[in-house]
């Protein structure tokens, strides 16, 4: 375990969001013991370190690849690059950085490391192979390799659930999914803070399509106000457009189309901000539509 560069990651963060070693310590340790731990002669207790990296906003794990992997900078743009593919839908190229990176030594002889490719390797089973057994085998594998046990999950397993879900839901078994998604909000409630953010919306996004899918769609319209709320106090776009679609998408099936108008509206408008040219097609098409059958009033100016 490489102290020094754990201590030199410290003292980076907490002046980049501006804390003195005593604002650090405060509650703590002292500010001695912060100086030291900077210097890289002592290393902190584990308890100390989490309340460390709580303060600073940052996964406690994080200072254990920094203590254990030479290459921290390298592992996190691999990953920058499987978050990039996988949420573009390009699953090809996803296999093609797994495969390249499966013998690195950075990646097999770390188990976080080594979990990322698992993640997305389970990803690709399914998504070009349409393999579902061996895809969540994959991922339950994956999930093991930190978390031997049922205590409190990290942000990187909650997601791996995540994805256990998903795959559910495309193979059509909404009760599977739903009990999944509900494991993974159990998980995620019993986190202190968050550090992406957006791993809440997906869940909640998640959960409300499923609830749809069930026809609940009271809970579902419950989990999308709840998103939004979420995306709106965190100041984050992401799925915010997709959201109030959905939220649309139920009044409609509701067929209160006057609601549903609203909120396809609002989707509307973010999604252009976000250049989404065929999403916002199709909700034109849709608000069109409605507005000729004379079922809303509501008319869209574009």
Not at 56 to 78: A, K, S
Not at 115 to 126: S, T
Not at 229 to 241: H, P, S, V
């Amino acid at each position: 375990m490489d102290f020094s560069a754990i201590g030199q990651k410290i003292k980076e963060l907490r002046k980049q969001v501006g804390l003195s070693q005593s604002e650090l310590a405060e509650g703590i340790c002292t500010q001695a013991q912060i100086s030291k731990i900077e210097k890289g002669d002592v290393y902190p207790y584990a308890s100390t370190l989490y309340l460390i990296s709580e303060r600073l906003g940052v996964d406690v794990n994080y200072f254990f690849d920094i203590g254990m992997t030479p290459r921290l900078d390298y592992v996190q743009e691999v990953y920058n690059q499987l978050k990039i593919s996988r949420r573009t839908f390009n699953y090809l190229e996803i296999r093609e950085i797994v495969e390249s990176e499966e013998k690195n030594p950075l990646f097999f002889q770390n188990k976080r490391n080594y979990q990322l490719l698992l993640w997305h390797k389970g990803i690709c089973e399914y998504m070009i192979d349409k393999d579902l057994n061996k895809a969540i085998n994959t991922l339950k594998e994956a999930i093991l390799l930190t978390q031997p046990t049922e205590k409190i999950y990290s942000e990187r397993e909650i997601e791996l659930i995540l994805s256990i879900g998903v795959l559910y839901f495309e193979e059509h078994q909404y009760e599977k999914a739903l009990e999944t998604y509900n494991t993974a909000n159990t998980h995620m409630k019993s986190l202190p803070y968050l550090n992406d953010c957006t791993i809440k919306t997906r869940l909640l996004y998640n959960l409300a399509r499923t609830h749809t899918r069930l026809g609940q769609f009271k809970e579902s319209i419950k989990y999308c106000e709840e998103a939004i709320k979420w995306c709106l106090q965190k100041e984050n776009l992401y799925l915010l457009g997709e959201l109030h679609y959905h939220l649309g998408y139920n009044y409609e099936l509701k067929e209160d189309f006057q609601t549903a108008s609203k909120y396809m509206k609002k989707a509307y408008l973010i999604l252009d901000l976000q250049n989404n040219k065929r999403f916002t097609a199709f909700i034109k098409e849709k608000l069109d539509g409605w507005k000729k059958e004379g079922k809303t009033s509501i008319l869209l100016e574009v």
